[in-house]
């Protein structure tokens, strides 16, 4: 199975500030088809998780552009430009490319 | 629009068999798939498997012996059946299409 390592594992953030994280893969993401299927979702607490982008780096519909997505072949970055309150929780990244579909284990960002 | 509902029991016996349905809307499950994952609790997400446009069906290898992923395209349902379930099951268990994600429902794996 491809394991998907993030860090940190915690983030202690102030408001407007930005805030990255890091994802990599133990094996390229890369799928026979050309596209890389590497998604970052966010889980509020108590909440379920919520897609904010797909293929490394396209945004889900109603997804501010604070939120970007950089990387390729297994190295990826999610990063937000000013964190706003509404942005505390866990994030995920989850690759699509090879089966199973693996998730990392989790960045949780809070507020400094 | 686009939602997924999850339904279920909530407690389960060990070495019981779980079943669930994810009742759909809003998009049509024969050009469309649907995933299902789980959560134990204050854990991380798992894939467990999921259904395609055409039937076709991939589950995760550490499941695949106990689980089952099939659909009802006239009832817009997606259903779970994973048997001989154990305490370490205890999780939400969630359904998936694309960005939407359903509720969620707990279930409880305890005699």
């Known amino acids: 199975d491809v394991v998907m390592t993030q860090t940190p594992v915690s983030l202690s953030v102030a408001i407007g500030q930005p805030a990255s994280i890091s994802c990599k893969s133990s094996?390229?993401?890369?799928?026979?088809?050309?596209?890389?299927?590497l998604n970052w979702l966010l889980q509020r607490p108590g909440q379920s998780p919520k897609r904010l982008i797909y293929?490394?780096?396209k945004l889900d519909s109603g997804i501010p552009d604070r939120f970007s997505g950089s990387g390729s072949e297994t190295d990826f970055t999610l990063k937000i430009s000013r964190v706003e309150a509404d942005d505390l929780g866990v994030y995920y990244c989850?690759?699509?490319?090879?089966?199973?579909?693996?998730f990392g284990a989790g960045t949780k960002l809070e507020l400094k | 629009q686009v939602q997924l509902k999850e339904s279920g029991p909530g407690l389960v016996q060990p070495s019981q068999t779980l079943s669930l349905t994810c009742t759909v809307s809003?998009?049509?499950?024969?050009?469309?798939?649907v995933h299902w994952v789980r959560q134990p609790p204050g854990k991380g997400l798992e894939w467990m498997g999921g259904?395609?446009?055409?039937?076709?069906?991939d589950y995760n290898s550490a499941l695949k012996s106990r689980l089952s992923i099939s659909r009802d395209t006239s009832k817009s349902q997606v259903f779970l059946k994973m048997n001989s379930l154990q305490t370490d099951d205890t999780a939400i268990y969630f359904c998936?299409?694309?960005?939407?994600w359903g509720q969620g429902v707990m279930v409880t794996v305890s005699s």
């Open positions: 259904i395609w446009g055409d039937g076709s069906t």
């Open positions: 998936t299409h694309g960005s939407y």
């Open positions: 989850l690759q699509g490319t090879h089966f199973p579909y693996t």
């Open positions: 094996q390229s993401l890369v799928h026979s088809d050309g596209k890389t299927y």
């Open positions: 809003g998009f049509s499950l024969t050009s469309n798939s």
């Open positions: 293929l490394v780096s």
